[in-house]
């Protein structure tokens, strides 16, 4: 047995519907690029929406907004765990005190200027520390420590001590 008030729900329902659609399509439409309105510009064309980073990008050479654009596809191409990890560390950068961060840069802008050997010799040191196992890493970073208290004549005398311990091997 069928449900008598189903088909007059069906037509009411697409009598709704129906009006809802010639509502909608009877509204003007809005004018496009062609009739005088300017198209609205891509996300990705439209640059930083920060005005200090509009400034910024505004200055930069063209050189400078290529290398940009192209570290954005690079970072779009990361999977996500990546992308974490570099928010992460942007943030703590960020919180750095500008007295830190500046510093860092100096050190950054002279490792830089390294000829190329010296940077890949420092770049396979820290892998191999970041290698070692946890407690080794820790005796080397109190030496390290100790060695940044001493004196530069204790530093000087520990250095020829090592290259004579070398020279007996």
């Avoid at 449900?3 to 069906?10: D, E, F, G, N, S």
């Avoid at 100096?106 to 196992?133: C, K, M």
Wanted: charged share 40%; aromatic share 6%; hydrophobic share 30%.
């Amino acid at each position: 047995m069928r449900a008598r008030w189903l088909p007059p729900l069906v037509i009411g329902l697409s009598l709704l519907a129906g009006g809802a659609l010639e509502f909608a399509w009877c509204q003007p439409r809005e004018p496009g690029p062609r009739e005088g309105r300017e198209r609205e510009p891509a996300p990705r064309e439209r640059g930083p929406r920060d005005p200090e980073a509009r400034e910024r990008w505004q200055r930069m050479t063209p050189e400078e907004r290529a290398e940009a654009r192209e570290n954005l596809r690079r970072y779009r191409a990361m999977p996500p765990a990546e992308r974490a990890r570099i928010m992460d560390d942007l943030q703590r950068w960020n919180e750095l005190p500008e007295s830190r961060r500046k510093e860092l840069q100096q050190d950054y802008d002279r490792f830089q200027q390294l000829p190329s050997a010296q940077r890949e010799r420092i770049v396979r040191r820290h892998q191999q520390f970041e290698a070692l196992p946890s407690e080794e890493r820790q005796r080397v970073m109190r030496n390290w420590e100790r060695w940044q208290k001493m004196t530069p004549e204790e530093r000087r005398a520990a250095r020829e001590r090592l290259h004579r311990e070398r020279e007996t091997r």
